[in-house]
């Protein structure tokens, strides 16, 4: 980590007003004023501030999470119903998990915009190899909560899910345990996916987007690789960045608050075993044709190997050059697999609307 400046014993300069010597008598305990790091100019705004919309999003999720958590039972019998109950009977209850899944949404797309701006950018070279790792497990994790929570609701679009999950399971063998009654038959799974997307899940995003945050600090923001290096860069103090980036977040709020007034998400009946009659999330549809080419059991593979490919590239791609002109086969095979998932997703959306 940088030195950090020393706050106590250094003599402070003579402050005025109440407000001034409440954060000096703060910051003489806390240290916060190690948080007006200098963050450039370049990033000053919103394409170079996605990871703050991202975790925005990831905050209106935990608060709108913590509140529907109090009226969902996560047992098969009464799950279903208790959304039903929360969204008709409870105060708010419709609105709060209308808001939880558009949140759900704007991480997942923000997650993903952040990931092509510091892809676009080369951010991601010496020294933040480690960051981007860190970001790419996040995003990993996004992915695995977008996931547990569409089986929570226990409709037939989160029972179809779930049913996928115990195939793919059986091929991790002993690894998929987990997933299966095996581990134990006194916990439904149900319940184990419960705790995972309320506990484990958002538990870990928190620990490494700390992680993530320390070392944003210690590496500072990357340059921009267009802008040359002369030194004399303008920059601002973190937490002036931080106030741009709060009202990006408030935007966000105000847009993701119309949209679950206006389009909340259906929840259909209790599910029926044995049919396959829904497609689960836009952000799933991808691998529908290796489903359907190569059996249900391909989807855990071509996973890994797209979240390996992304955790792999600042070891793949080690030269220094950071234009992306001068990056064309990186650039190529990035904007060939976007293109493919992007064709993929949209013919699913225009020849498949009730599942596969
Ligand atoms: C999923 C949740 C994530 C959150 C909440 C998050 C948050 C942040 C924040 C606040 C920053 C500071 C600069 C900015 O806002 O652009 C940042 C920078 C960074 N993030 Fe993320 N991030 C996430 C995911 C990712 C992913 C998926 C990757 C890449 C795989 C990644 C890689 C990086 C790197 C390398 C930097 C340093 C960028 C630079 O110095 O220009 N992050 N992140």
Wanted: hydrophobic share 55%.
């Amino acid at each position: 980590m940088t030195a950090e400046p020393e706050a106590s014993d250094s003599p402070a300069a003579p402050r005025t007003g109440r407000w001034r010597r409440m954060v000096d008598a703060v910051d003489e305990r806390m240290g916060i004023k190690a948080l007006a790091y200098p963050v450039p100019e370049h990033a000053n705004n919103l394409t170079w501030s996605l990871g703050g919309v991202t975790a925005v999003a990831f905050v209106i999720l935990l608060v709108s999470g913590i509140y529907i958590t109090q009226y969902y039972t996560p047992i098969p019998e009464t799950a279903n119903q208790s959304v039903r109950d929360l969204v008709l009977h409870a105060w708010i209850g419709s609105f709060a998990r209308s808001l939880h899944f558009w949140a759900a949404q704007a991480m997942f797309v923000s997650a993903l915009l952040h990931l092509l701006r510091v892809f676009v950018h080369a951010s991601y070279k010496r020294p933040r190899e480690g960051n981007w790792v860190v970001g790419t497990l996040m995003f990993l994790l996004t992915y695995l909560a977008l996931f547990t929570g569409t089986v929570l609701k226990w409709d037939q679009e989160g029972f179809e899910a779930l049913a996928h999950n115990l195939d793919v399971a059986k091929l991790l063998g002993g690894l998929g345990i987990w997933f299966t009654t095996k581990l134990t038959e006194r916990v439904p799974i149900l319940l184990r996916l419960f705790n995972a997307h309320v506990v484990i899940i958002p538990g870990l995003i928190l620990v490494l987007f700390v992680l993530h945050a320390l070392l944003v600090k210690r590496h500072r923001i990357s340059s921009h690789p267009e802008i040359p290096a002369t030194g004399l860069e303008v920059s601002e103090p973190f937490t002036a960045h931080l106030k741009r980036v709060a009202a990006f977040g408030l935007v966000l709020v105000g847009a993701l608050g119309i949209l679950a007034v206006l389009v909340p998400p259906v929840i259909g009946p209790t599910p029926v075993d044995g049919i396959e009659i829904t497609r689960p999330p836009w952000m799933f549809w991808w691998f529908f044709p290796f489903e359907e080419w190569f059996g249900v059991t391909s989807i855990a593979v071509v996973i890994f190997a797209l979240f390996a490919l992304i955790l792999l590239v600042p070891f793949l791609d080690r030269s220094p050059r950071r234009r992306w002109q001068e990056r064309k086969v990186a650039m190529g095979i990035a904007l060939g697999i976007l293109l493919a998932i992007t064709a993929i997703t949209v013919e699913v959306w225009i020849n498949n609307p009730k599942g596969h």
